[in-house]
């Protein structure tokens, strides 16, 4: 579910085991990809989102990285895909 997150423009913290985490998520720029029994590695994760500045940050790059896939950018990928295929 982090594309839902991400249209909110929030920052992201999660398991690596979700299946678009990696294609979705870059590690340290719009969230955190963590391994869900590593309680460190969560717990470092919400601690650097309470930081103001840093999560602010993060929500932004969320907002830029899901724009690539709006609607309008997917259905304007697949026609030049057609239309290189025609």
Known sequence: MPTIVMCFGMPI??????????DMIED???????EPSNYDSIKSAVEVLL???NREAMSKQSLE?????SPKVCASNINSIILRVI
């Open 13 to 22: 913290i999660c398991s690596k085991y979700v299946g678009t985490a990696k």
């Open 28 to 34: 340290n720029s719009n969230g955190f990809i963590v």
């Open 51 to 53: 930081v103001k500045g």
């Open 65 to 69: 990285k899901i724009e690539n896939f």
